[in-house]
C-alpha cells in the first residue's frame, strides 16, 4: 500500500545545531508540504513543494529549508535550530490535478531543542 | 490573509449523540478539507469539500462556499470519534493552505 513515512519520529537537538527530518511517500505526489503543529497555534504551513526541483515558501518559513530533488522525498532542514523551533512536524502528500487535492498526513516528527 | 475561525472550540458528547461543528472563512476559497487528528496524533483527510454535501458513512458535510462556511456533521457519536477537527482552505491553486484551530471532541462512553 502507498504510504507517507516521517524519520526520525522523535528528535532531541541542542541550540544551533543543523537538524534534518525526513519526509519519504509512495503515492507518487507531484505535491508535498512541510507543516508545524504547536499548542495554541494548531497547523501553520512551513514550506511546500508542487513537483521535482519546485519549491515554496509558506506562512513560517524562515529557519527552515526544503529541497526537492526527486518525486518522493522533501528533507526539512533546520540549519540553526532555535528552542522556537520545539514543535510537532507533519509532512504530507496530495495528487496534482487530481480535482480532489486530498492531502495524506505523516505520522509526524516530535522535534524538542533544548 | 484569510481567517478561518472553528465552532465550538472543544465539545463534549454522550455515546451515541450527534452535533455539528462549523467552520467560517473570510474569503473566497478554492479547496477546504476536514482532517481528523485521533488521541495518537495522526491526522486524516474525512472531505475534500469546497462545495456542496458529502457523506461517508456517519459523517458528512456540507460547504455553502458564497456564505463562506462549512458544516460537519457526526451522527450517533462513537468514542473512537474522539479528537480534533480541523478545517482547511487553500485561496488557489499555488496559494497556502490554512488551518483553522480546531474543534476538540470528547466522545463519552
Known amino acids: 500500500d502507498a504510504e507517507i513515512t516521517q524519520s526520525p519520529r522523535h528528535k532531541i537537538t541542542e541550540t544551533g545545531r543543523q537538524v534534518t527530518l525526513a519526509c519519504h511517500q509512495t503515492?507518487?505526489?507531484?505535491?508535498m508540504f512541510w507543516y508545524r503543529q504547536d499548542l495554541g497555534h494548531g497547523l501553520r504551513l512551513i514550506h511546500y513543494?508542487?513537483?521535482?526541483?519546485?519549491?515554496n515558501k509558506g506562512e513560517v518559513s524562515d529557519g527552515y529549508s526544503v529541497s526537492r530533488s526527486n518525486t518522493e522525498d522533501l528533507p526539512l532542514t533546520l540549519e540553526s535550530a532555535a528552542s522556537s523551533q520545539t514543535s510537532v512536524y507533519f509532512c504530507?502528500?496530495?495528487?496534482?490535478?487530481?480535482?480532489?487535492?486530498?492531502?495524506?498526513f505523516g505520522p509526524g516528527t516530535r522535534l524538542t531543542v533544548l | 490573509g484569510i481567517q478561518v475561525e472553528q465552532s465550538p472550540p472543544d465539545l463534549i458528547l454522550q455515546e451515541g449523540a450527534n452535533s455539528t461543528l462549523r467552520c467560517n472563512f473570510s474569503?473566497?476559497?478554492?479547496?477546504l478539507q476536514w482532517f481528523h487528528q485521533n488521541p495518537w496524533g495522526q491526522l486524516i483527510n474525512l472531505f475534500y469539500?469546497?462545495?456542496g454535501t458529502k457523506q461517508n458513512g456517519r459523517l458528512s458535510a456540507t460547504t455553502v462556499a458564497t456564505e463562506r462556511y462549512s458544516l460537519l456533521y457526526i451522527s450517533s457519536s462513537q468514542t473512537t470519534d474522539s479528537g480534533v477537527y480541523f478545517c482547511?482552505?487553500?485561496?488557489?491553486?499555488?496559494?497556502?493552505?490554512?488551518f483553522g484551530p480546531g474543534t476538540r471532541l470528547s466522545v463519552l462512553p
Open positions: 504530507a502528500s496530495s495528487e496534482a490535478g487530481s480535482g480532489t487535492d486530498t492531502q495524506y
Open positions: 503515492w507518487n505526489h507531484n505535491n
Open positions: 513543494s508542487y513537483g521535482v526541483h519546485d519549491t
Open positions: 474569503d473566497s476559497v478554492n479547496n
Open positions: 469539500i469546497p462545495s
Open positions: 482547511a482552505v487553500e485561496l488557489g491553486y499555488g496559494q497556502n493552505f490554512v
